[in-house]
């Protein structure tokens, strides 16, 4: 069982380079989430679906958008690339329902860099 | 949005040692307490969670206790090993934007060092 799939792992673009990285789960989970970790800053949430059809601002979504292309995949694009987006981004699954919050799955992350 | 605050930021134990880690939380709504592990290179994994209903919860090694009325919780590591060294992360409900709906905030992270 995959779990949560990231790619790709490492990525180096240029200032305004565009690009799209790619989640998949396979766990049927309603719920994806994409996070970027900074040191000593902790995960903070970019973007997040709480099911199939539907995606929404986390705390950090100035210079990304995000596709829910279906209900396994999430993707997260950077239209026009800026340094301060380096960081390493992490997509999370979870069964989300009436039951409350349930633990999230992490990928092993897309470690970007842009010069 | 939830305000967490961890500590320590690092903490560096010999093998055998316990270790804690707390967090505290400014929402007391929040209901749903889970502490994950990242390895380096590595995504987080959840090791121990806690739901407000209980005061306490074990997993061999692991342990997390919740004082609601102080809104603090703690992870404790007991007869530490090499193999604990990581990141640890804490993290409760809720956030900016939207709906709290699934979602999680998270502490800074606290560096644990086990040496042999």
Same mark, same amino acid.
């Given at each position: 069982?995959?779990?949560?799939?990231?790619?790709?792992?490492?990525?180096?673009?240029?200032?305004?380079?565009?690009?799209?990285?790619?989640?998949?789960?396979?766990?049927?989970?309603?719920?994806?989430?994409?996070?970027?970790?900074?040191?000593?800053?902790?995960?903070?949430?970019?973007?997040?679906?709480?099911?199939?059809?539907?995606?929404?601002?986390?705390?950090?979504?100035?210079?990304?958008?995000?596709?829910?292309?279906?209900?396994?995949?999430?993707?997260?694009?950077?239209?026009?690339?800026?340094?301060?987006?380096?960081?390493?981004?992490?997509?999370?699954?979870?069964?989300?329902?009436?039951?409350?919050?349930?633990?999230?799955?992490?990928?092993?992350?897309?470690?970007?860099?842009?010069? | 949005?939830?305000?967490?605050?961890?500590?320590?930021?690092?903490?560096?134990?010999?093998?055998?040692? +316990?270790?804690? @880690?707390?967090? &505290?939380?400014?929402?007391?709504?929040?209901? /749903? *307490?889970?502490?994950?592990?990242?390895?380096? %290179?590595?995504?987080?994994?959840?090791?121990?969670?806690?739901?407000?209903?209980?005061?306490?919860?074990?997993?061999?090694?692991?342990?997390?206790?919740?004082?609601?009325?102080?809104?603090?919780? +703690?992870?404790? @590591?007991?007869? &530490?090993?090499?193999?604990?060294?990581?990141? /640890? *992360?804490?993290?409760?409900?809720?956030?900016? %934007?939207?709906?709290?709906?699934?979602?999680?905030?998270?502490?800074?992270?606290?560096?644990?060092?086990?040496?042999?």
């Amino acid at each position: 069982n995959a779990g949560v799939t990231q790619t790709p792992k490492f990525q180096v673009l240029k200032t305004g380079q565009s690009m799209t990285l790619q989640c998949a789960q396979d766990m049927n989970h309603n719920s994806m989430y994409w996070y970027r970790q900074d040191p000593g800053m902790g995960l903070r949430l970019i973007y997040y679906s709480a099911s199939e059809g539907t995606t929404d601002k986390g705390e950090v979504p100035n210079g990304y958008n995000v596709s829910r292309l279906n209900k396994r995949e999430f993707s997260l694009r950077l239209e026009s690339a800026a340094p301060s987006q380096t960081s390493v981004y992490f997509c999370a699954s979870s069964e989300q329902g009436s039951g409350g919050n349930q633990p999230q799955h992490f990928g092993d992350g897309t470690r970007l860099s842009i010069l | 949005g939830e305000n967490v605050e961890q500590h320590p930021s690092t903490l560096s134990v010999q093998e055998g040692d +316990s270790a804690v @880690i707390k967090c &505290t939380y400014s929402d007391s709504a929040s209901n /749903y *307490f889970p502490w994950y592990k990242q390895e380096l %290179g590595k995504g987080p994994q959840l090791i121990i969670d806690i739901r407000s209903n209980v005061g306490e919860k074990k997993d061999q090694r692991i342990a997390v206790t919740l004082n609601k009325t102080a809104k603090h919780f +703690s992870l404790h @590591i007991t007869e &530490t090993q090499p193999e604990d060294s990581a990141v /640890y *992360f804490c993290a409760v409900p809720g956030g900016a %934007g939207g709906t709290s709906y699934g979602k999680l905030t998270f502490g800074q992270g606290t560096i644990l060092t086990v040496h042999p």
